[in-house]
């Protein structure tokens, strides 16, 4: 047991995430050479990449799936999923973030902040999960190390805490100062970065570097009362104390350390892992594991105890050499090969056949698995991700936040013969990936798939033709659509049934009234405030939400009403709940007609960085396409514009925006919320 807790205490579990083109692969494949995990560098741009692993992530050069490896620092294991950039891909932060107990947040040091950046920062801040910062990058001109500090305290309202300042600056940038030991860090550039030279503080950045060392026993004395009478006293404070300050502020979440580097150069990398260990959480530090007992409903938790019952969160499913490889962690006890296992969620048996040390694409064969552990498991058939698993002591953790799609197309295969080899491709892909949905249209009988954005789509069609041998056609991208209403409205429908010449009654009152947007439908059972034991509330609740499935304007789903239940009656309790499901199932429907039902679309976060010859154009364009600019930033060669755009006006506009700029302006977009947009 207590071999147990030491390793415990020297394991972290860790995510590196970041906007895209931040550097974050980059950051993460000198980790693995440093650390030995790999002998040679492998690079983003050369498709090289050990944890972009897939062939269309190597080929497109951006991260497409998160990648699980473990590698070894100062005694110290560390387990790393690299997750995705790309706004498309953002249920792989989600499900990485809701498993892991600390991140590494890697910055452009000339960008700074970018939306995926928040996205990703609010979705740690969601899960409680205590990060560091990275401000990469720094070699590249227009970096700033100072300006991406007051971005994150701006956009993020973080608490950054610089444990370094940069030497040099753009292509002159060569080390870093560690305020704690007051030395400068220098790399030497003849094997990769991986020696490191401690000298003394050059001159010209002595003050500075004073200056922001005093900054950073301030902030810390403010976090710590303890530390606060040491710094009062005036006494030296040695390292270890300043450590220890430093590592309780960052789990309790109350600082974000910031180091710094230029991953590309090879410069940061050491640091960075001396501060992932020294810093970030074991599964000791981190509060025990909420959930709640699946009979009772009322919380339970679990702490990270190798001899508690089993706990463990699937929150991956990959289908891979035809078999279905689930990630898990264990949160508590252990998982052995040939283990019965119990799938709460589905309140159903499972069998343990292999388990799984991942490295990217590569898998070690293992007899069991700990607490802490990331692992893959095969043979558990109907898992899926957000399941929880125990043995004796059931408890339900948690699920993973899925995302609604946005984006639809029609797809048929070339050759009529394939049609059976398509529809079970695609249902592999929608194991894989609960953000992609298949259905088939009933009036077309079109198989139409769903996914978050075009590049989301896209890879799913590559995937198809690449990894199942399937040529698909697709259809013209179509927006997803929604549904809600503008006024109230009320409504007292009946429902009457002739069954073997007995006439059979229910009779429902409701009313509808518009939600705020993004709130969804919301049902408020009124009637129980004169009925409490009412019996037949579900059924009412039911009719409301199959009627909700599809909106009276376009069949879309309704969303952002609340739906009051005033009354409900019927005549022969054998037959109620179904009487009063279709009453209210068609007094619902009646409801949306009579109170001005109105057509969603999906609205866009978008961010356009463009030099500044270019804004005039740039803002005209997005006014044609119906968007509303909120902010524009000018900084010193660049503009950035922020606005909401409806998705169906912006489908090529990467195409647009290349030539309206020269191929000089970029810009990130991802799904904020629906709302009907004024003609």
């Known amino acids: 047991m207590k071999r147990e807790l030491q390793r415990l205490n020297k394991l972290r579990n860790i995510g590196i995430a970041a906007h895209i083109d931040a550097g974050k692969t980059t950051v993460t494949e000198r980790v693995l050479y440093y650390t030995g995990k790999t002998y040679k560098i492998g690079e983003v741009h050369e498709g090289t990449a050990t944890m972009d692993y897939l062939p269309q992530e190597q080929e497109r050069g951006i991260t497409i799936t998160s990648a699980v490896t473990t590698c070894y620092w100062n005694d110290h294991e560390i387990q790393i999923i690299d997750t995705p950039g790309h706004v498309d891909f953002t249920i792989e932060v989600e499900r990485s973030l809701r498993v892991l107990d600390g991140m590494v947040a890697v910055f452009s040091g000339v960008e700074g902040v970018e939306p995926q950046s928040e996205t990703v920062w609010h979705q740690a801040d969601k899960y409680k999960v205590p990060r560091l910062a990275f401000i990469n990058k720094l070699d590249r001109i227009g970096s700033d190390f100072f300006h991406v500090l007051d971005m994150m305290v701006e956009k993020l309202g973080a608490n950054p805490l610089p444990l370094q300042i940069p030497l040099g600056k753009e292509d002159d940038f060569y080390g870093v100062v560690d305020l704690i030991t007051m030395k400068a860090i220098v790399w030497d550039e003849e094997n990769l970065g991986a020696t490191l030279h401690h000298v ?6 002595k003050q500075t570097a004073h200056v922001y060392r005093e900054k950073l026993l301030e902030k810390l004395s403010m976090l710590d009362d303890s530390f606060m009478e040491l710094y009062l006293d005036g006494k030296e404070i040695d390292d270890e104390t300043i450590h220890d300050a430093i590592r309780k502020a960052t789990i309790a979440l109350r600082c974000v350390p910031v180091i710094c580097g230029a991953a590309l150069r090879n410069k940061g990398i050491q640091p960075l ?24 409903g009322e919380k339970a938790y679990r702490e990270a105890d190798p001899d508690e019952d089993l706990c463990a969160l699937a929150f991956k499913v990959v289908v891979t050499e035809g078999r279905k490889l689930v990630y898990v962690r264990i949160y508590s006890g252990s998982l052995k090969v040939g283990d019965d296992i119990y799938n709460v969620n589905l309140q159903k048996k499972e069998k343990v056949s292999r388990v799984y040390k991942i490295h990217a694409n590569h898998r070690d064969r293992m007899d069991e698995a700990r607490t802490g552990d990331i692992v893959g498991v095969v043979g558990l058939k109907e898992t899926s991700t957000g399941h929880t698993l125990t043995k004796t002591k059931p408890i339900v953790l948690e699920s993973i936040e899925l995302y609604q799609p946005v984006i639809s197309m029609a797809v048929e295969p070339k050759r009529n013969a ?26 077309s009988f079109q198989t139409v798939v769903s996914g978050m954005g075009e590049l989301h789509l896209d890879v799913v069609m590559r995937r198809v033709k690449d990894e199942f041998g399937v040529d698909v056609l697709v259809g013209k991208p179509q927006v997803v659509y929604k549904e809600s ?8 429908q009946p429902f009457e049934k002739l069954i073997n010449g007995v ?8 009313s509808l009234a518009p939600n705020p947007r993004g709130q969804g439908i919301t049902i408020i059972p009124d009637i129980l405030s004169r009925q409490p034991e009412f019996p037949y509330i579900t059924a009412i609740e039911e009719g409301v939400t199959e009627g909700s499935q599809m909106g009276v304007v376009k069949g879309f789903p309704l969303t952002d009403v609340r739906v009051t239940i005033h009354d409900a009656s019927f005549n022969n309790p054998d037959f109620a709940r179904l009487t009063l499901k279709m009453a209210a199932y068609d007094g619902f429907k009646k409801a949306c007609s009579d109170a001005g ?14 030099p500044n010859e270019f804004l005039g154009e740039i803002i005209a364009d997005l006014h044609i396409r119906k968007c509303q600019i909120n902010d524009v930033q000018s900084q010193d060669r660049v503009t950035i514009v922020e606005a909401k755009a409806p998705l169906t006006s912006m489908f090529g506009y990467s195409t647009d925006i290349r030539s309206l700029s020269q191929g000089r302006a970029s810009f990130t977009m991802f799904f904020s919320h629906y709302d009907k947009v004024e003609e």
Do not use: C, N, W
């Open 485 to 492: 209403i503008e006024r109230a409205a009320t409504v007292d």
């Open 503 to 510: 006439l059979y009654r229910g009779s429902v009152a409701l």
């Open 273 to 296: 892992l001396d501060a992932i260990v020294r810093y970030l959480p074991s599964p000791l530090d981190v509060p025990p594991t909420e959930g709640h007992d699946p009979v009772t």
């Open 200 to 205: 003394a503080i050059p001159d010209d950045v």
């Open 597 to 610: 039902p109105v057509l969603l679309v999906p609205l866009m976060s978008l961010t356009v960085t463009t």
């Open 418 to 443: 394939d049609q059976e080899k398509l529809l079970l491709a695609l249902q592999r892909v929608a194991e894989e990936d609960p953000t992609f949905i298949v259905r088939t249209d009933e009036s």
